[in-house]
């Protein structure tokens, strides 16, 4: 199994300000098969990114993807007040798992 | 636009079968593969399966739940059963709809699961 881990746990930040999200898989993801989720309260899931960078369909290109093998990273520039959420990834390379999650909230 | 509809039971007893039925609406079945997604209260997420149009499955091998889905390509609808559940299947379920690895649309690696439901609440307890 893909064990998947993200770093950090929370992250603090302003309006404005910009987000890296970190997502280690161990082994390696293949393909590129990682996608990444925003999720807020009582709210299901948002595809934001596959395929490591492909933003998917609607989001704004604030929003990037990168990274390959063990590493990859969710970067937000310019945070807005609806970035404010939980951020999941996931891969698909091997089966399915998820990450644990990284909290962004409000600094 | 493509609507999930998950349905079934609220509550469920322990050691019965919990099964969930989500209904795809404004598009097609085939083409995509067909998740189930749970999420405990306060806790991340856990796939659980997925089926294809063709009616292959495929399981999370970490369940302690034995887990049956299935499709019905006429109702564009499929099935989640969870047998002899416990305490621990207590989540909320999310069906969603999973993309083609290759996105010829693009040229580019697709995968994911771009639509989903909005959830449904189980809980196991008598």
């Known amino acids: 199994e893909i064990v998947l881990t993200q770093s950090p746990g929370t992250l603090s930040l302003s309006p404005g300000e910009s987000a890296t999200l970190s997502c280690r898989a161990s082994p390696s993801v293949s393909n590129n098969y990682l996608a990444w989720y925003q999720q807020k309260p009582g709210q299901a899931p948002r595809l934001l990114i596959s395929g490591a960078s492909s933003r998917a369909s609607g989001i704004p290109d604030r929003f990037s993807g990168s990274g390959s093998g063990t590493d990859f990273t969710l970067s937000i520039s310019r945070l807005e007040p609806e970035d404010f959420a939980v951020y999941y990834c996931?891969?698909?390379?091997?089966?399915?798992?998820f990450g644990p999650g990284t909290k962004v909230d409000i600094k | 636009q493509v609507l999930l509809q998950e349905s079934g039971p609220g509550l469920v007893e322990p050691s019965e079968t919990l099964t969930l039925i989500c209904s795809v609406s404004g598009g097609t079945i085939s083409g995509y593969n067909w998740n189930w997604i749970r999420q405990p209260p306060g806790k991340g997420l856990q796939w659980i399966g997925r089926i294809y149009y063709s009616g292959t499955t495929n399981y999370n091998p970490s369940l302690k739940s034995p887990v049956t889905m299935s499709v019905d390509t006429s109702k564009k609808q499929f099935s989640l059963k969870l047998n002899s559940v416990t305490a621990a299947d207590t989540a909320v379920y999310y069906c969603?709809?999973?993309?083609?690895?290759?996105?010829?649309?693009?040229?580019?690696?697709?995968?994911?699961?771009?639509?989903w439901g909005q959830g449904t609440s189980v809980i196991v307890s008598s």
């Open positions: 969603a709809r999973g993309l083609p690895l290759y996105d010829f649309s693009t040229s580019s690696t697709g995968g994911g699961m771009d639509v």
């Open positions: 996931q891969q698909y390379s091997s089966s399915v798992t």
